[in-house]
């Protein structure tokens, strides 16, 4: 058979039972024996210490060993990557993202989601954006490149990869942010009819928080007659809908003056000359210490405060302290939107540093809602881990 030709590699006896239930991942501590030499990105094969075949998948350096694409004895080929995405783009056309006219943004495939560990594709109005993961995605670049001109036809328009930030440090690979086919042209895409600038180049993840889009909705049906602060508001997509909503007020804050700007520029695009918004440059802990009695529906929507598991306790106290903040502050009768993106912080342990702050603040709280991701960033069902994005839409008296 042609998986003969890939590096075995046998894991200890009971390390299987995770892979048997089709979690991709395979740490590096159940590995019990390589049968020869094993590069970064390299295909291997995964066999129980019984000898049972388990799946093939990308080798990597780190603690997460191998990332399954396979529980099958196939060999991962051209068609195989392919059929990986036609598959993931078929399932966002079944759910009505390729054809809607007011939203022409969305995740065309995430990682796991999609059966493809270690990579993300944004499509941004005509460009797929590609961040790469692992270096196992990596060294296929051209195949996933062929594969996305073939399934997704003349709605394509060219292909980014912005991988510089994401391969693994460790590796010796190294890449280079650049377009893989086409050329940049309109750097302009709509959610629910409303027009945002998005600078795939330069700006944070692929450009756009597309996760939080019917989050963003929401706000919108909550933001009426209210004063609105969105903190942490990167391009201030929250923004938007509070001003679209019927807000009296919007104030959108953020360290990085190139996100106000942004902001700004997005703004004037669907409001122009909108008095109700002011854009802020501050640190947005130092910011939440003196907003007292000014605002009664704040947006809580920080950078992933844990991204390793050794920064989980130092995250939780993060969390802690700016939602302790907001709750001491916020208006009688108000709502707090507070959400997590850390992949390593559960949505229990966020609920519970959340319910700490409640209990620190002494005010009478009341759960509206609880969020996630939307559907076109879907989650394997043996994967828990992917369902990252975790929120909480807060009554406060």
């Known amino acids: 058979m042609m998986l003969d030709n890939y590096i075995k590699i046998v894991l200890k006896s009971g390390k299987d039972q995770p892979v048997k239930r089709f979690h991709p991942w395979i740490f590096s501590g159940a590995i019990k024996k390589m049968y020869g030499s094993v590069s970064e990105g390299d295909l291997v094969t995964v066999y129980s210490n019984k000898d049972e075949f388990l799946g093939i998948g990308h080798y990597q350096i780190g603690s997460i060993a191998i990332r399954i694409v396979s529980f099958k004895e196939v060999?991962?080929?051209?068609?195989?990557?392919?059929?990986?995405?036609?598959?993931?783009?078929?399932?966002?056309?079944?759910l009505g993202y390729t054809k809607n006219i007011k939203t022409n943004?969305?995740?065309l495939v995430h990682a796991e989601g999609d059966g493809m560990p270690g990579l993300i594709i944004d499509f941004y109005n005509g460009t797929a954006v590609m961040q790469m993961h692992s270096i196992g995605m990596y060294l296929i670049r051209e195949e996933l490149v062929?594969?996305?001109?073939?399934?997704?036809g003349d709605k394509l328009k060219a292909i980014y990869n912005k991988s510089a930030k994401t391969l693994p440090f460790k590796s010796d690979v190294k890449s280079e942010d650049g377009y893989l086919y086409g050329e940049k042209s309109e750097?302009?895409?709509?959610?629910?009819?409303?027009?945002?600038?998005?600078?795939?180049?330069?700006?944070?993840?692929?450009?756009?928080?597309?996760?939080?889009?019917?989050?963003?909705?929401?706000?919108?049906?909550?933001?009426?007659?209210?004063d609105v602060l969105n903190m942490f508001c990167y391009t201030g997509g929250f923004s938007f809908y509070a001003l679209k909503g019927g807000a009296n007020s919007v104030h959108s804050v953020d360290s990085s003056g190139k996100a106000i700007d942004l902001t700004r520029e997005?703004?004037?695009l669907n409001f122009p000359e909108d008095t109700r918004h002011e854009a802020i440059v501050a640190d947005g802990f130092e910011y939440l210490k003196d907003i007292e009695d000014k605002y009664d529906l704040i947006i809580l929507d920080p950078p992933a405060f844990a991204k390793h598991r050794n920064t989980l306790p130092q995250a939780l106290k993060g969390y802690k302290r700016i939602n302790t903040r907001a709750f001491e502050q916020i208006r009688k009768g108000g709502i707090l939107f507070t959400f997590s993106c850390s992949q390593v912080v559960s949505k229990e342990r966020f609920r519970e540093a959340v319910f700490s702050a409640a209990a620190i603040s002494g005010r009478n709280v009341r759960i509206l809602h609880q969020l996630n991701q939307p559907t076109d960033h879907p989650v394997n069902i043996y994967h828990p881990e992917g369902e990252y994005l975790k929120g909480l839409v807060l009554y406060v008296e």
Do not use: C, H, M
């Open 266 to 268: 997005n703004v004037e």
């Open 75 to 94: 060999v991962p080929n051209y068609g195989f990557w392919k059929n990986k995405i036609e598959s993931a783009w078929n399932l966002r056309k079944n």
């Open 105 to 107: 943004v969305f995740r």
């Open 146 to 152: 062929k594969a996305l001109q073939e399934v997704v």
């Open 187 to 226: 750097t302009e895409v709509l959610e629910y009819g409303l027009k945002f600038k998005v600078d795939w180049e330069l700006g944070q993840k692929t450009g756009f928080f597309i996760d939080q889009r019917e989050n963003r909705l929401l706000v919108q049906k909550y933001s009426e007659n209210r």
